[in-house]
């Protein structure tokens, strides 16, 4: 397949080729783009997480391509994205600190608290996601960075309460100037689903976040 779509490729580009075959390759893009994206879109609401994040991920970068640069770029503000993950009453979108936390409720009678906040530096502006996992014991520090590398989606990472406690979170970055409501609402989802399965671990299946 890729090897086909290659050929085509070469032969829309080759510009001393017959127009007609220049013609008759880009007519065969088409159709392999219109199939490729109505596929994609198809499965943006896929049950699996880690396909639908992708699938954002792959039209995100589609429309990069597809869009002049003046169209469709606009930054979306914090409020926006994290606005766009709510559906009541599976998730309840509430102001929280400097940003906003979504409450994601989850099977067996369970939920967990999922922040949205902003995080800007000199170098970079990011839109942080994470959610808390449990106490910041040192004994669970190996563990976590060792779990670091076998997960799919973010990292584990130390942060330090008002309270001056630490604790274990789940953390997820995207450039501010890449986050789309559906990219943030994809993450949320999987985040929740990833950070409770380490809070059973490590709180021994007590649902305390």
């Known amino acids: 397949m890729l090897n086909e779509l290659e050929s085509l490729i070469r032969k829309l580009e080759n510009r001393s080729d017959n127009w007609v075959v220049r013609r008759d390759a880009a007519e065969a893009l088409g159709k392999v783009a219109h199939a490729a994206l109505a596929a994609l879109v198809a499965h943006r609401s896929d049950a699996d997480m880690d396909v639908q994040l992708q699938v954002e ?66 170098e970079s502006r990011l839109v942080r996601i994470y959610t808390p996992c449990g106490s910041a014991k040192p004994d669970l520090y190996e563990w976590a960075l060792k779990a670091n590398g076998r997960l799919a989606m973010g990292c584990f990472a130390l942060v330090r309460t008002r309270s001056g406690d630490r604790q274990l979170v789940l953390l997820h970055t995207l450039p501010r100037k890449d986050a789309t409501p559906q990219l943030v609402k994809a993450a949320v989802k999987q985040i929740a689903l990833l950070g409770d399965e380490m809070e059973k671990r490590i709180e021994g299946g007590e649902d305390k976040l």
């Open 57 to 122: 991920r792959s039209l995100e970068g589609l429309r990069a391509i597809a869009l002049p640069p003046t169209v469709g770029t606009r930054e979306f503000t914090l409020r926006e994205l994290a606005y766009a993950c709510e559906k009541r009453p599976v998730r309840i979108v509430e102001p929280w600190e400097n940003g906003f936390a979504v409450t994601v409720k989850l099977n067996d009678e369970r939920s967990q608290r999922v922040i949205v906040t902003s995080y800007d530096t000199r």
